[in-house]
Each structure stands twice: as structure tokens, then as C-alpha cells.
């Protein structure tokens, strides 16, 4: 029988000590023999608002020792069924947005030639462009499941092709999108003008504004958009900026009138029965919330993305 890695539980060492790992897991430096695997990327040369989001990765490994191993909401037991580490955070270069796109797309080229489905703790946003570069090496363009409160889809920002604000535009110019299968759930505030979200329109994208989640549950959306991926290999990118900043202060670009946490939570359980191939938790800003509740929150969805994929059902 099989022998999974499992968090380090709260009554085996006190939840103030131990590794600075997700969940407390077992490090190691590559994606070798794991079916799914936590990795940071430390970076926020990509933001153009408020800065810090290189120090999210860490604060969100701290905020998960809290996490257990059960989800006790969908029965999910991920550790049960999957050999799951943490492998660290991606060698960036800081002084070099354009090098560090790079070195993270041979970071997860790397990843994905084992086998294991990458959960990423952000960082900018930025980083989902390399990711999805590498993704369609392997899996060709993928559907995406996109929650954010901006678009992301600008062409250029202070003249530059390469910033938090324009990686789902050049994810779309590589071919690296399924074009009927975007949604992008939860955007809101001031723009420039209705380009802003009709660009995304224009290429069949399905552009879902947060006025049209609030009062509401998301779980119809979410079977709904199931039932139109099907089978398809999906990626998953959340933004915690998404949330309203009555959940999470600590991002860089804040806008009011956001998702609510339990909306969060339906949308990544929501899900569960897709081809996941991939996912990540973006823009934890931790200098902005020094009670740490925003990256507690980004630990536990990303726990969720990891009971969401395919292997981590039970039965």
C-alpha cells in the first residue's frame, strides 16, 4: 500500500513551530514522484500599484499550519490519495521582469515532465502567463477559470508587454486559451472604458461582473461552467483581490464591492470534478494586513484547489 506524504498535524508538534512548508508538508526540491505539488514565486516587479507580494508566498506557508488534512465540508481527503510536497519557490530574478518569465516557464516545464499538477502561491499576477506557456506545452490550450477583480488584459502598461495587468492578453496572443472555455468571474470598480472587459468578450470570453455575484450563491454558476468545460484540461487562477477588502486588505490593487469568502469557497469547490491541471493563488500582499488574515485565507483555497483535483476525491 502506498505511503503519502501528510502534514505535520497540531498534536504532533505545536502549530508555532515546525517547517515553514504548505501545510506543514515535507519539502523537496523537485516534482519527482509527487502527483501534485505547492511552489512559490516570490515576485512583484510585475505590480504597478502597491508593492509586496514577493513576501506572499511565505506569509501564506505560515498562515497554513493551521490547515488540516480532512476537508470536513466535501468529504475530500487529498492526502489519502496523493503524494503531495512542497518544492519550494522559483529561483526569480528580481531585478528582471522579463528574465524571471522565462525562468519560470522552465521551472514548470520542469514540474509538469514529472507529472505533478502545480498549486502556486503568488506572488503578482504576472507569473500565469509563463505557467500557461508551459501548461500548453503539455496540454495544449486549456479552458480558464479566472477570478479577479480586473481583467488582466491589457495590452501594454507604461509601454511595457510584461506586467500584472496584461498576462491573460499575452496567454491569448500564444494560443495558450481555449477561447469558448474563459471565464472571468468578479471583476468590478472604475476603468478606463468598456474595452476594459469587452476586449474579453470580443474573443468569446465569458466576462462575469461582481454586481451579477452579490446576494447570491455561485454554486449554479459553477455547475453551470462544468457542464460547458466538461472534460477539458482547465486551469484555475484566483486573484485575492477578488475578495472584498473586508476579507483581504492585503493585496495591491483593492477594490471595493467584492466576492465574499463563502462565494470563494464555492467557486473552487465548484471545481471539483473538472480536469485540473493547474492553479494558483496570486497578489498576497502582506505588509497591507498585519493580522495575516488575508494570507489565511489564500492558505485555505489553496488547500481547496488541492481537494478539488481529480485524485484527491474519495470514493
Known amino acids: 500500500m502506498a505511503t503519502f506524504n501528510q502534514p505535520l498535524g497540531g498534536n504532533d508538534s505545536p502549530r508555532f513551530s515546525g517547517p515553514n512548508t504548505m501545510m506543514r508538508l515535507p519539502a523537496q526540491p523537485t516534482a519527482e514522484g509527487l502527483d501534485a505539488c505547492f511552489v ?86 504576472t507569473l500565469t502567463w509563463p505557467i500557461l506557456r508551459a501548461i500548453k506545452e503539455k496540454h495544449g490550450p486549456v479552458a480558464l477559470i479566472h477570478v479577479d477583480a480586473h481583467a488582466d488584459t491589457s495590452d501594454e502598461m507604461f509601454g511595457e508587454k510584461e506586467a500584472h495587468g496584461t498576462p491573460f492578453r499575452r496567454a491569448w496572443e500564444e494560443g495558450c486559451l481555449q477561447n469558448d472555455k474563459v471565464w472571468q468571474i468578479g471583476l468590478r470598480g472604475s476603468g478606463y472604458s468598456p474595452d476594459d472587459w469587452n476586449w474579453a468578450r470580443d474573443q468569446g470570453w465569458t466576462v462575469i461582473p461582481a454586481e451579477q455575484c452579490w446576494y447570491k450563491s455561485l454554486a449554479p454558476l459553477m455547475a453551470d461552467i462544468r457542464n460547458k468545460i466538461g472534460d477539458v484540461p482547465v486551469y484555475l487562477s484566483y486573484d485575492i483581490d477578488s475578495l472584498d477588502p473586508a476579507f483581504a486588505p492585503g493585496t495591491g490593487t483593492v477594490e471595493m464591492g467584492g466576492l465574499s469568502t463563502w462565494q470563494a469557497l464555492e467557486i473552487v469547490r465548484g471545481c471539483a470534478g473538472l480536469n485540473l491541471v493547474g492553479g494558483d493563488l496570486v497578489e498576497v500582499s502582506p505588509p497591507f494586513d498585519a493580522t495575516g488574515t488575508t494570507a489565511l485565507i489564500a492558505s485555505n483555497l489553496l488547500f481547496e484547489m488541492l481537494c478539488a483535483l481529480p485524485k484527491a476525491q474519495t470514493g
Open 40 to 125: 512559490g514565486i516570490p515576485m512583484d516587479h510585475g505590480a504597478s500599484n502597491r508593492p509586496g507580494t514577493r513576501l506572499g508566498p511565505r506569509q501564506i506557508r505560515e498562515e497554513s499550519r493551521m490547515m488540516r488534512p480532512y476537508n470536513m465540508a466535501t468529504g475530500a481527503a487529498p492526502f489519502e490519495h496523493m503524494q503531495v510536497a512542497d518544492i519550494g519557490d522559483v529561483p526569480i530574478n528580481t531585478f528582471d521582469l522579463k528574465k524571471t518569465i522565462g525562468i519560470i516557464a522552465d521551472h514548470y516545464r520542469d514540474i509538469l515532465k514529472h507529472g505533478a499538477i502545480p498549486l502556486t502561491l503568488g506572488g503578482d499576477h
